[in-house]
């Protein structure tokens, strides 16, 4: 059977803009109602992979149901490697920090960066170097959990608004 450019085009278009289990599903109903069932003429006419309709026939027919699982691919965050992570270094820069002092906001300022905190694991808490995060990542794991970089002050002198030249007397 030969098909036109056109029913081509449509095929592709619509099976490229269907993903996971109803791209299969596409794909075995037109394996088998169009090209009985052989994925090597689909693949030929069509340029679809053949391992691909494979899958999709044995889900058709009932075999066997692929699960896609794409929330389980990709890289692990490190409190997923290193379960105690947060709240080591939560003790550490909680000596370490004070709230704004002005008391407009909530933020909490330390003054240890990401790569004093990083050796201080290392040193109070046992972790080797291998299996730490590398200083970035601590720096964002510090910013999610609320703490900013900024030297310590108690209290910050207040600027008087006026200020006079005594040369000019303006």
Avoid at 40 to 64: M, P, Q, Y
């Amino acid at each position: 059977m030969e098909l036109s450019q056109a029913v081509k085009a449509t095929l592709n278009e619509t099976q490229a803009g269907l993903s996971g289990y109803q791209r299969r599903h596409f794909m075995a109903g037109i394996l088998k109602s169009v090209f009985a069932g052989k994925p090597s003429r689909a693949e030929k006419i069509l340029g679809w992979n053949r391992k691909t309709l494979g899958k999709a026939l044995a889900e058709w027919d009932g075999d066997f149901c692929y699960i896609d699982r794409y929330y389980e691919r990709g890289r692990k965050k490190a409190e997923v490697h290193l379960p105690n992570l947060l709240s080591d270094i939560r003790e550490i820069v909680d000596s370490q920090s004070q709230t704004d002092p002005t008391f407009r906001t909530n933020r909490l300022y330390t003054r240890m960066s990401a790569v004093e905190v990083r050796r201080q694991l290392m040193a109070q808490k046992g972790y080797t170097d291998d299996e730490l995060p590398c200083a970035a990542t601590i720096n964002t794991k510090l910013n999610d959990m609320g703490y900013h970089l900024r030297a310590v002050q108690k209290s910050r002198p207040q600027k008087n608004g006026r200020y006079r030249c005594h040369l000019c007397e303006t």
